[in-house]
């Protein structure tokens, strides 16, 4: 649905005349109704709006360009609002989705995002069960028979896309269209309906065969054009960030405070590993740990032990408001995700109404691997990295940050947020723990800790320094491998991430911020402060950049602007413009 400029004169009329909180209300219901959900109703779904369950993205050029000059529309609408964390939210939302739309363009250079959507698209209707299996899966045949179209739409699209992002496309695809094959029929096993079944048939034989097609396409057409440069730039980068996270500090300045991040945590890993032997390297005592890890038969056990130890903490030593009483249920990932995750917080959408259970998924070992798979795998769980995987995870982390944003202030805050409050938040707790005592000191904790923070600390350079032409790829494989002390496998899995995640730096980012802002209400608060006051007044704003929050905890402006370095308030003239999980 487009909003023509009729419809935008009036909403600005209506505005001018009569800017009571019901008009504006109205205004953000249209906004996330008209466009929002419009352009991506695989989020409507996870959000708990099933009136989107039948529907799939739309990447058809008309659609596109028809999209951006919705949203140009509201932009304008929006910036003439009274500065507020909605109103900026929102801003950035629309400036972030534009930038991305027609300045660095992902739609037209990244193979993978279009089966991509298709499997997320699908997966938010097995996931939870929101509706009986025969309604979703109503809704699964709906939406594939619509997946065709969309890959068609990719290959009419695509532009001489970086060769890594065809290369990647290409080792992703066997394990969507192995999804499709093997892991959503599973998901409806309980249907009897047998003109249902037979429909599924075809439309699911039809995804399966829509994807190999396009599998040749990638490998036989699109690779050997595959020339184009994976960096955004600069200035698209200061932008993102902005956007994005409300973060307009210059960039070498953010660099600067990655190094030294950085090297704090280098130092934190050697007077930790000296603690437990003196005369060892801290690489190889981390190896030690690595294999001291429960049987695979015992995982879920020692997770959910873990948890219960992790809570009794907290209440004891009054770290945050636990909102709920109950746990997150902790079982093994579904089969159809196990690919792409070893463990992930799965919380239902802000209003969903039925399914409204979270669940710790944690990834099995699978019956007939062979014995050094399962060391390899089981090493992910060891007993030092269960606890900073369960802080991250669930408490006090990503679950208890999703209790606090069912009681969000608006609906907006409910929807929208940053990966720099959301990420930085579950990071900071890793460390915040740590430092408040929890394990009593144990120097094993805090060496799987440390481990966790440099990998995040050679993101946050990596993705600077890739994306505005400082380090090559090869180069980037080689700073994971000395800083972060990853394996070479590593270092190449989290490369690939960054040339197309280039601001996944939100997880230090974040945590820094955090740090800082928490340091600024204490001096506010003088001998008031209290820890627990601090993380329940955070958590209580949703999940905004943490500017807003800082703006509603110490009363500083938030910057919105487009001027490089600028340090403009959001209370200022907004100019005109032509998104718990993976750890």
């Not at 994005?244 to 070498?252: A, I, K």
């Not at 005592?437 to 799987?448: E, Q, S, V």
Request: charged letters at 25%.
């Amino acid at each position: 649905m487009s909003v023509d400029n009729e419809e935008v004169k009036a909403l600005l009329l209506a505005l001018t005349l009569c800017a009571t909180a019901p008009a504006q209300d109205a205004l953000y219901d249209r906004f996330f109704d008209d466009c929002y959900f419009q352009f991506r109703p695989s989020a409507g779904t996870a959000a708990g709006f099933h009136q989107y369950d039948d529907q799939l993205e739309d990447y058809a050029r008309a659609s596109v360009d028809t999209h951006v000059r919705d949203l140009q529309r509201f932009e304008r609408v929006f910036a003439r609002l009274p500065v507020s964390g909605d109103r900026d939210l929102v801003l950035g939302e629309i400036r972030s989705e534009l930038l991305d739309l027609a300045s660095i363009r992902g739609w037209e250079k990244d193979p993978n995002l279009y089966p991509g959507l298709a499997s997320e698209s699908i997966f938010s209707l097995m996931s939870r069960k929101f509706a009986p299996e025969p309604d979703r899966l109503r809704s699964v045949i709906a939406r594939e028979k619509r997946i065709p179209a969309l890959l068609g739409e990719a290959r009419a699209n695509l532009k001489n896309p970086p060769r890594v992002y065809t290369e990647v496309a290409i080792e992703q695809l066997p394990g969507i269209a192995g999804f499709f094959q093997n892991d959503v029929p599973k998901a409806f096993t309980h249907v009897t309906n047998a003109r249902l079944l037979r429909e599924f048939h075809d439309t699911n034989t039809a995804v399966i065969q829509a994807l190999n097609d396009y599998t040749s396409f990638l490998k036989t057409t699109l690779l050997p054009q595959s020339n184009g440069d994976y960096r955004i730039g600069a200035e698209n980068y200061r932008r993102k960030l902005l956007y994005d996270e409300m973060v307009d500090t210059p960039l070498d300045q953010l660099l600067k405070a990655g190094y030294a991040d950085l090297r704090k945590n280098q130092q934190a890993m050697k007077d930790a590993a000296s603690r437990i032997d003196p005369h060892r390297d801290a690489s190889a005592i981390l190896t030690d740990l690595l294999k001291d890890h429960p049987a695979p038969g015992d995982l879920l056990a020692s997770v959910t032990g873990v948890l219960a130890g992790l809570r009794d903490f907290i209440e004891k030593n009054h770290i945050v408001t636990i909102p709920s009483p109950v746990l997150p249920i902790v079982e093994d990932t579904p089969p159809f995700d196990r690919a792409l995750t070893t463990a992930s917080m799965d919380t239902p959408g802000p209003f969903e109404t039925v399914a409204k259970e979270a669940y710790f998924n944690v990834t099995p070992v699978e019956p007939g691997w062979p014995k050094d798979r399962i060391e390899e795998h089981m090493q992910s769980f060891s007993r030092a990295q269960l606890s900073n995987l369960a802080a991250h995870e669930a408490y006090p982390g990503h679950y208890v940050q999703f209790l606090w944003a069912q009681k969000a202030p608006s609906k907006t805050r409910k929807l929208l947020g940053a990966g720099s409050n959301s990420e930085g938040w579950a990071h900071y707790c890793e460390q915040m723990m740590l430092d408040e005592g929890y394990g009593g000191g144990d120097p094993k904790l805090r060496l799987a800790q440390v481990q966790d923070a440099l990998l995040r600390d050679a993101r946050y350079i990596v993705g600077i320094r890739m994306h505005t032409g400082d380090m090559s790829f090869d180069q980037a494989v080689a700073f994971f491998i000395r800083e972060a002390h990853t394996t070479h496998e590593d270092a190449l899995v989290e490369t690939k991430r960054g040339t197309s995640d280039p601001t996944y730096l939100v997880y230090t980012l974040g945590k820094l911020e955090i740090m800082r802002l928490r340091e600024d209400y204490r001096k506010l608060k003088g001998s008031a402060f209290r820890l627990q006051d601090f993380h329940d007044a955070f958590l209580e704003q949703g999940f905004p950049p943490i500017p807003i929050v800082r703006r509603d905890l110490l009363g500083e402006a938030a910057p919105l602007s487009t001027a490089p370095g600028s340090r403009r308030s959001a209370a200022d003239s907004p100019p005109s413009s032509s998104e718990a999980g993976l750890r």
